[in-house]
């Protein structure tokens, strides 16, 4: 999402990047931005020091979240179901 000008790429979470640094791409509440230095702050280097400081997870709640397409949303797709 919003990955779509050229040379972009998506990266799954807590996965590294291939940049110099080793940054690694971290699920982030929204109170974590506030405080958040840069998109290189979290590399392989200082993840398990975040990790280990961290009270929850920001994800804790996905693997309970459901969500469906509306037959209306479908159409607009192009989606015939």
């Known amino acids: 999402f919003l990955r779509n ?12 990047r291939a940049r110099p640094g080793a940054t690694v791409a971290l699920p982030l509440c929204w109170e974590d931005l506030d405080t958040l230095a840069g ?4 590399t392989v280097a200082n993840l398990q020091e975040y990790l280990g400081a961290r009270r ?4 804790a709640e996905m693997a309970r979240l459901r969500q469906s397409i509306t037959a209306k949303a479908r159409r607009g797709v192009g989606m015939s179901r």
């Open 39 to 42: 998109p290189d702050r979290f």
């Open 56 to 59: 929850d997870d920001p994800w």
């Open 5 to 16: 000008t050229r040379g972009a790429t998506a990266i799954a979470p807590y996965s590294t």
